[in-house]
């Protein structure tokens, strides 16, 4: 089966850090993605880890151990136009491509 | 290079009418994914086509939904009798063949939000 968790919401401040958990139990399992989702639009690719480690990509970052089945998305330099949904999603090998999504991680910057 | 497109963004149907929802991937993608998102809930898979095959319709409800993703023009997910359950966001996703670029990132268009009244 198919099994995504993170927190449901999470709080912060305008120029801190935060850290968005995940973890996740998939058959197949070929890489955990990151999208970021504002209300009432379209989510939008930030990462992709396929390998254990970290992968830095400007003031996101993104982390997998595939061994414990774990990913965090890590934000620096909170800004307020960061509030959104974050959603956590596990992709399959083979013919099948879907992505499984966690229930998203709703953001709420404060200034 | 336009993104994922989809049309219509807002519709309104009356229980037991059709809805028929349409998705035009990015340019050079072969490859179409359609996901549903109730309220406060997480994307869920529906389908997974290529141009005139469907690849794996896990998540399709047995009844009432189809999809196709024809030779020429768009994707279409085609609901019939709609129900007041079917009220959601409906997305389409691409992405391109394996082995161009990252393979498994897909790309989503804005979504169609079906209102069953």
Same mark, same amino acid.
């Given at each position: 089966?198919?099994?995504?968790?993170?927190?449901?919401?999470?709080?912060?401040?305008?120029?801190?850090?935060?850290?968005?958990?995940?973890?996740?139990?998939?058959?197949?399992?070929?890489?955990?993605?990151?999208?970021?989702?504002?209300?009432?639009?379209?989510?939008?690719?930030? !990462? @992709?880890?396929?390998?254990? =480690?970290?992968?830095?990509?400007? #003031?996101?970052?993104? $982390?997998? *151990?595939?061994?414990?089945?774990?990913?965090?998305?890590?934000?620096?330099?909170?800004?307020?136009?960061?509030?959104? !949904? @974050?959603?956590?999603?596990? =992709?399959?090998?083979?013919?099948? #491509?879907?992505?499984? $999504?966690? *229930?998203?991680?709703?953001?709420?910057?404060?200034? | 290079?336009?993104?994922?497109?989809?049309?219509?963004?807002?519709?309104?149907?009356?229980?037991?009418?059709?809805?028929?929802?349409?998705?035009?991937?990015?340019?050079?993608?072969?490859?179409?994914?359609?996901?549903?998102?109730?309220?406060?809930?997480?994307?869920?898979?529906?389908?997974?086509?290529?141009?005139?095959?469907?690849?794996?319709?896990?998540?399709?409800?047995?009844?009432?939904?189809?999809?196709?993703?024809?030779?020429?023009?768009?994707?279409?997910?085609?609901?019939?009798?709609?129900?007041?359950?079917?009220?959601?966001?409906?997305?389409?996703?691409?992405?391109?063949?394996?082995?161009?670029?990252?393979?498994?990132?897909?790309?989503?268009?804005?979504?169609?939000?079906?209102?069953?009244?």
């Amino acid at each position: 089966g198919q099994n995504i968790d993170q927190p449901t919401e999470m709080t912060a401040t305008e120029g801190a850090i935060v850290q968005i958990n995940c973890t996740y139990q998939t058959s197949g399992f070929n890489g955990l993605f990151w999208y970021q989702q504002h209300a009432g639009e379209a989510p939008t690719f930030l !990462s @992709y880890n396929v390998l254990d =480690g970290l992968e830095e990509k400007g #003031r996101f970052s993104s $982390f997998l *151990s595939r061994s414990k089945g774990y990913s965090y998305l890590l934000l620096k330099e909170l800004q307020m136009k960061d509030s959104a !949904s @974050y959603l956590c999603a596990a =992709g399959r090998s083979g013919s099948a #491509r879907q992505l499984t $999504f966690g *229930s998203g991680t709703q953001l709420t910057v404060l200034p | 290079n336009a993104g994922v497109m989809q049309n219509p963004r807002h519709l309104v149907r009356r229980r037991g009418q059709e809805a028929r929802l349409r998705c035009s991937p990015m340019k050079g993608h072969s490859h179409v994914y359609w996901y549903r998102q109730l309220p406060e809930e997480g994307l869920k898979f529906m389908v997974y086509l290529q141009k005139e095959n469907i690849i794996d319709e896990s998540g399709m409800p047995k009844e009432r939904f189809s999809a196709e993703f024809p030779k020429e023009g768009p994707s279409i997910l085609r609901i019939q009798q709609v129900v007041r359950g079917d009220s959601a966001a409906y997305f389409c996703a691409s992405s391109p063949l394996p082995g161009q670029g990252v393979s498994y990132e897909q790309y989503f268009g804005p979504g169609t939000r079906l209102t069953v009244t």
